[in-house]
């Protein structure tokens, strides 16, 4: 158990749809990181933020966005959705370098 | 552009034997290695890293070897156990003051025949 913490673990729903995943990251880790992975693309970073603000910015659709609250927990949202959206969403926290990852979600789109 | 690639999609060893995962990397500038492995259904779970003034570093049954002439990264596993079954990806990260962003690599499932 890396101490992140996502929900839901699964998440079904139609195109067009707007979803909210929910990120808790370990005790006392700032950042936040949020990946997308689907079997074509891998392992694809999206976005991090550092205590509450956005740090840096990977390949993030615009239909998505995200953000970190005072509580240091963070969530992705995601709009008006595809079917190529479907895949698993991790997020991970670290201090420093060292990113631990969650468990993920399962989104599949319909 | 930056890439993290592994050179061999899957590895299968006997349960005991020594297992080597390689991983090519092109961003000269990248000073941080980390070897993640990932079973069926988690996710990613750190197993060992490596700064760029580093050759080696070893954990318990995994060692990393960092070659930066070459840009080549392995992870060593020793004794390979039926439990070390999944998919293994090196990431790296450059400019680690400017974001903590991962470049994963596609990947390696390593199956270990008992």
């Known amino acids: 158990d890396s101490g992140v913490t996502q929900t839901p673990k699964h998440l079904i729903t139609a195109t067009g749809q707007r979803v909210t995943l929910r990120c808790s990251p370990r005790?006392?880790?700032?950042?936040v990181y949020w990946y997308q992975q689907s079997l074509d693309q891998g392992l694809q970073f999206l976005i991090q933020?550092?205590?509450?603000?956005?740090?840096a910015k990977g390949n993030i659709l615009e239909r998505f966005s995200a953000q970190q609250f005072p509580d240091l927990h963070s969530e992705l949202n995601l709009s008006s959705l595809e079917l190529g959206d479907s895949a698993l969403y991790f997020c991970?926290?670290?201090?420093?370098?060292?990113?631990?990852f969650g468990p993920g979600t399962r989104l599949l789109v319909l | 552009g930056e890439s993290v690639g592994l050179h061999l999609p899957t590895l299968s060893v006997q349960e005991g034997d020594n297992s080597i995962i390689n991983c090519a990397y092109s961003?000269?500038?990248?000073?941080?290695f980390i070897w993640y492995k990932q079973e069926s259904g988690k996710g990613p779970q750190f197993i060992i890293d490596?700064?760029?003034?580093?050759d080696k570093r070893q954990g318990q049954r995994v060692t990393v070897l960092l070659n930066k002439t070459v840009k080549h990264l392995s992870l060593q596993i020793a004794a390979t156990q039926p439990g070390d079954s999944a998919v293994y990806f090196c990431?790296?990260?450059?400019?680690?003051?400017?974001?903590?962003?991962?470049?994963f690599g596609q990947g390696t499932e390593l199956s270990v025949k008992p």
């Open positions: 961003n000269s500038a990248s000073d941080y």
């Open positions: 933020y550092y205590n509450g603000e956005e740090r």
């Open positions: 990431a790296e990260i450059s400019n680690y003051n400017q974001g903590g962003k991962l470049i």
């Open positions: 490596i700064r760029s003034n580093m």
């Open positions: 991970a926290s670290s201090v420093e370098e060292t990113q631990y």
């Open positions: 005790s006392g880790d700032l950042s």
